[in-house]
Every structure is written in structure tokens, then in C-alpha cells.
């Protein structure tokens, strides 16, 4: 492992002394403390692995929620066990540069998939020009490590699309949906839409739904007449479909999976909130809409590390591997103003969480984050508030009433996204770099240095 240098030692102390206070002891038997973790969490070694954790729209009060629910008030989520928690800005901008204070997915997640901030709705391009711009994903991949993909949204949405494609609007998905998006077509010479680009960038695992998208036919190029799933097989790709088949998958050969039409369907379900609120509730901790053979996001993640790790070690290569993962419908259960479908998504996004730990535990060489791209609706009130808008009062595994309330949009229609700061966290290499509070785009940096990538 790299040496420190006197300058990292110094600030490595200055962190140690500074944080220790804050960072909490963990109560868990035969865990290291919070102490210990922070000084093995302060240094500046290169990262082998790199684990980035995406809760879509889970800001502080959809933490809190689920939290509440979930484990107590007193209780801790296993994203609540990093030894290093910080706070990042999350605006993104207008053409001109100038801030747009509620930004979007697509601009959030450019902001580090690229370290460029730009305008809402655009993947990975330059916000006035039009131009793209590297992604770590991309970086990591042309220095030598296994790249992966892991979403519960379709794999053509915004948050998985800046990592291994660019486009000017975040609309063009599948070779059908290119209206916004005429320079990036393959007649026009550009690399096509979102989900040519993906399997052409031969991401090692891609997992997530958005199988409409792929069953789209090629319109250009050399695919022409091909469905995107068929160029990913003439690609070498394991096209996989459930839970069964996912496992089944092998190293050796990228794997793309498609695991629903659009959107991979809810863990949990409930009543929606409502004007004037609903009757006290618990949720349902399962959905039948949701196939039985759908993989849960952990065992996603789970599979997807098996995957990279293996295909590293067959190469017997220094370098490990890049991984997102993200808990897409927190956000989109947000939008709906759905209390319990959005804590049954943090719920599971809290699963791969203790997943990516749990390797790390076996392998510090690995820097884990776990962060969101934007804060988002919901808001924990008092039980006798009436708010304005649309509430829901349940029932929290405590056996306590908890009233949450969405009102940043008029009832009937989309929630929307806030413009706060949200939580971001980490162990391993550079971790120290999320303290305080930063800017999106500073992710990219310290993952890029991290990993070394040039």
C-alpha cells in the first residue's frame, strides 16, 4: 500500500482528533469502535475496490424515516455505521454556469460520475457545449478494472446512464426514444442512445430493469435491425433474467440483466398519503405485483461483487473493481408521496449497504461511500400538524404513530425534489476526503484518486 506522506500524516491526525467526538462507538459485540475505524478510515492508500452506494432522493428525512420505522428512533441502520459522515451540496447549473439550486438526477449524477457540474435532464455532457465528458466508469475501466452497474430503476435511467453513456437529454433511453437527442444518433454520427451505449461500453455486470428499452430494434449502424439485447449477446454479453439465472451467471463473460420491463417493482406496499391524511397504518412488507424470482437489490449487489472479484483474480490483476449501486425508487416512491413503498426501497438500499461492508470488512483495500444525488419530499411532522398538502400517519415497528407529510407539490401531483445538502459517508481509502461539507462533484476526485485513474 502507498506510503503516506508527512502532509497526509499530519492531516490524518488533525482528522483523527477533530472527529473522534463525533464519530459514535458501535455497540455491536466484537465490533471495533467508531475510534478505530476513523483512524483505519484516514489514509490516503490506493483503493483496490471502489463500492459507490446511490440512494436516489434519500435525503436526511427519508433516512430518518426509515429509520424510525424500521429499528427505532435509538435504533442505527447499517448506513448509519460508517466511521466517516459528511454532508455534499447538490445543485446543478444553468447553460451558462450559473447555479440551479434543485437539481435532477441526470445533472446530480454527473456531477460525480465526471466532476462537471451541468444543466438538469443531461447525461454526462458539458452544460453550455454539449460535449462529453469522461467518466469514472469509463477511467476505470480503460486502467484495467471490472466495472459495474446495479440499479433497481431501468438500466437506461438517469442515475445508471452517467456512468457509461452521454447523451444531451436523459429521455433517450432505447433507439426509439432519440427525439431529444438528434446529434447523438448513430446517423448522425454520435454513439446512440442510452442503452447502445451501455453494452457497447462492455460494462462487466450491468443488473437492473428496463428490458423494454433493450427490446428496442437498432435503427443505425452496424446492429441495424438487431434488438439492443441482441447486440449485447453479439457482444459476448450472459443475457439474465430473474433471480435463478442471475446466480447462475459465470465470470469470464459481462453479464447483463433484466430483471423487469421498466422499473425493478417495490419491495414493501401501503396506502398512499392523502389530503387530510389516512387512518393509522403498518405497511406491507410485500408486494404482489413484485415477481417472486425478481433479485432483491442486495442480492444484486451480492452477485455483482462475486462477479467483478472473480473476473480480477482469474486475470491476476493488481487493479479490483468499480461498483454503483443504486436504490432507484426511493425517489420514485417520493414523487408518489408513498410513505411505505419509499421505506420499504430504503429498507433494501439498507441491505446492499451491510453487503458492500461486509466485503470491505474482508478486504480494506476497498473504499466504500454511501450518499444520495438529491434530498427529496417527505417530512417527518408532529401527530397533531395538519398539514396543506398530502400525509400519511403509520404505525412504526416501535408500535408508535409517526405523521409524514409531502407538500412540495400540489396534491395530484409529482413531489418534487429539494435542493438540500445531503448525507454522504465512507470507509476505506480517502474516506477522510467526505468530511465537512463539499460539492458533488468532489466525489469524483476522490474516487479518482482513490483508484488512481488518469
Not at 467508531?34 to 459507490?52: F, H, P, Y
Not at 442515475?159 to 448522425?188: E, F, N, W, Y
Not at 472479484?309 to 461498483?323: M, N, P, R, W, Y
Request: proline share 5%.
Amino acid at each position: 500500500m502507498h506510503r503516506p506522506t508527512r502532509r497526509h500524516l499530519t492531516v490524518a491526525t488533525a482528522l483523527v482528533a477533530a472527529t473522534t467526538a463525533a464519530v459514535a462507538v458501535t455497540t455491536v459485540a466484537g465490533a471495533s469502535t467508531g475510534k478505530e475505524q476513523a483512524r483505519s478510515a484516514i489514509q490516503d492508500g490506493k483503493a483496490k475496490n471502489v463500492i459507490l452506494l446511490i440512494g436516489d432522493g434519500m435525503g436526511d428525512s427519508e433516512i430518518t424515516l426509515a429509520r424510525d420505522y424500521t429499528v427505532g428512533a435509538n435504533g442505527r441502520l447499517n448506513m448509519d455505521k460508517f466511521p466517516l459522515t459528511g454532508a455534499y451540496t447538490t445543485y446543478a447549473v444553468h447553460a451558462d454556469g450559473t447555479p440551479d439550486y434543485v437539481t435532477d438526477s441526470a445533472a446530480s449524477g454527473t456531477g460525480w460520475a465526471t466532476g462537471v457540474k451541468t444543466v438538469n435532464g443531461r447525461i454526462s455532457k458539458t452544460p453550455g457545449t454539449d460535449k462529453p465528458v469522461k467518466t469514472l466508469l469509463e477511467l476505470a475501466r480503460k486502467s484495467g478494472y471490472a466495472t459495474g452497474d446495479v440499479t433497481t430503476a431501468e438500466l437506461t435511467d438517469a442515475t445508471p446512464a452517467v456512468l457509461a453513456s452521454h447523451a444531451t437529454d436523459r429521455s433517450c433511453q432505447g433507439p426509439a426514444d432519440m427525439a431529444k437527442c438528434p446529434a447523438d444518433t448513430i446517423a448522425a454520427g454520435g454513439p446512440g442512445s442510452i442503452a447502445e451505449q451501455e453494452v457497447n461500453h462492455k460494462v462487466d455486470v450491468l443488473f437492473g430493469g428496463g428490458r423494454q428499452r433493450f427490446d428496442q430494434a437498432v435503427t443505425d449502424g452496424r446492429y441495424k435491425g438487431l434488438t439492443v439485447t441482441q447486440q449485447a449477446r453479439k457482444l459476448g454479453y450472459q443475457v439474465v433474467t430473474d433471480n435463478a439465472s442471475m446466480k447462475a451467471a459465470k465470470s469470464g463473460r459481462p453479464v447483463l440483466g433484466l430483471f423487469a420491463k421498466g422499473n425493478v417493482a417495490t419491495e414493501w406496499t401501503g396506502k398512499a398519503a392523502a389530503v387530510g391524511g389516512t387512518d393509522p397504518q403498518r405497511c406491507v412488507t410485500s408486494n404482489p405485483n413484485r415477481p417472486a424470482d425478481t433479485p432483491s437489490l442486495a442480492d444484486s449487489a451480492t452477485k455483482a461483487i462475486q462477479l467483478l472479484a472473480a473476473k480480477q483474480k482469474a486475470k491476476h490483476s493488481k487493479q479490483g473493481f468499480f461498483l454503483q449501486i443504486e436504490g432507484a425508487s426511493i425517489d420514485k416512491q417520493d414523487h408518489a408521496a408513498d410513505p411505505c413503498g419509499q421505506i420499504g426501497e430504503t429498507a433494501a438500499f439498507d441491505k446492499a449497504v451491510k453487503v458492500a461492508r461486509a466485503y470491505a470488512a474482508e478486504h480494506p483495500d476497498t473504499l466504500v461511500v454511501t450518499t444520495a444525488d438529491h434530498g427529496h419530499t417527505s417530512q417527518i411532522v408532529p401527530l397533531e400538524a395538519t398539514p396543506p398538502g398530502l400525509s400519511s400517519t403509520l404505525v412504526t415497528d416501535e408500535g408508535q404513530q409517526l405523521k409524514v407529510n409531502y407538500s412540495t407539490n400540489t396534491p395530484g401531483r409529482s413531489q418534487e425534489h429539494t435542493g438540500t445538502e445531503v448525507r454522504i459517508a465512507a470507509q476505506g481509502p480517502w474516506a477522510y476526503r467526505v468530511l465537512g461539507v463539499t460539492n458533488q462533484t468532489d466525489l469524483f476526485t476522490t474516487v479518482r484518486q482513490a483508484m488512481r485513474l488518469r
